[in-house]
């Protein structure tokens, strides 16, 4: 492949919505082969119901991880935070010698060294990937920070892809830096958002808050902005509180405290349990629906 090619096959370790985004972004630019391994394609519930999706754009990997990487030289792993590791330890005995393993997970620095030995011990090219934005509405043109030994060649790549990629230094955890470090206030602010509005919803005080905030602060359009962070938490909460929990490696190992980061990760967990629907896009209800399943 040549480094301003589109490769013709890539893999996916992770199938869900970045690996999704991603390829529906592609649209008619999709490479011709498309393999993925997700841990739900060993449920034969729903591998049938993944492969439909894209029809022979994509062969999903069996249970054996091989069957997706065989042949590859382009790997996405795209999984949660929590796993990225294990999926890389998973996935380096079948890696193709010199293939591009595009770690996009959002993952402490030392995480993503711990990775980067594995697979660079088994002979693949390991790039640090950050993914600074919600994959929708952008999807493919979601903004990417790129860094490590390799990555030039993952910028190839992903320019190669219509991606949108940023070098941000040559070392293995400089992406991932930022990437963290920036979730202390992104996801920080969702889990203050919770805390303040579903304790004030629940004192019924919730009008004379918003209203003081909205004061102190006109800048920020509160009822939205609070009807935002409730919903991501709510649908999100579980693989954000993974990304936190690496965050507040992240912050512990710069020898700082990191209790608010370890907070986030607790308003994270309690919003996304209990499987409440966010609903229409109204704050109250929203809070409402929250505290139901709290």
């Known amino acids: 492949m040549q480094s301003d090619e589109r490769p013709g096959h890539l893999a996916f370790i992770g199938f869900g919505e970045a690996a999704q985004a991603f390829i529906s972004g592609w649209a008619e630019g999709r490479p011709d082969r498309i393999t993925a391994y997700d841990l739900k394609t060993e449920d034969p519930e729903t591998r049938p119901e993944m492969t439909a999706c894209y029809g022979s754009f994509l062969v999903i990997g069996g249970a054996a991880v091989s069957d997706a990487l065989t042949g590859a030289p382009v790997i996405f792993s795209v999984v949660t935070a929590d796993q990225a590791l294990a999926a890389a330890e998973a996935a ?13 997970n959002s993952c402490a620095p030392e995480t993503k060294r711990r990775a980067a030995e594995v697979l660079e ?32 060649a993952g910028i190839s790549v992903l320019d190669a892809l219509g991606m949108k990629p940023t070098l941000a230094g040559a070392d293995i955890g400089a992406a991932s830096s930022i990437k963290m470090l920036r979730s202390v206030m992104v996801k920080g602010l969702e889990a203050l958002t919770a805390e303040c509005f579903l304790a004030a919803r629940r004192a019924g005080v919730e009008e004379q808050v918003i209203a003081s905030l909205e004061a102190s ?12 962070n409730i919903e991501r938490m709510m649908v999100h909460g579980a ?34 349990q209990g499987g409440a629907e966010p609903g229409d896009d109204d704050l109250t209800g929203r809070l409402d629906r929250a505290l139901s399943a709290l």
């Not at 088994?122 to 390799?150: I, N």
């Not at 920020?220 to 935002?228: E, S, V």
């Not at 980061?261 to 967990?269: D, G, I, K, M």
């Open 92 to 104: 380096a005995p079948h890696v193709e010698q010199g293939a591009l393993w595009l770690d996009c």
């Open 121 to 152: 011990a088994a002979g693949a090219r390991y790039v640090d990937v950050a993914v600074m934005a919600p994959v929708h509405p952008k999807k493919h043109l979601v903004p990417l920070l790129v860094s490590g030994p390799h990555a030039e």
């Open 217 to 228: 602060d006109p800048d920020i359009a509160w009822r939205r902005r609070g009807a935002y």
């Open 239 to 272: 693989r954000r509180a993974a990304e936190m929990q690496e965050v507040a490696k992240t912050v512990s190992a710069l020898d700082l405290p990191n209790a608010m980061s370890a907070a986030t990760v607790q308003w994270q967990e309690a919003l996304s």
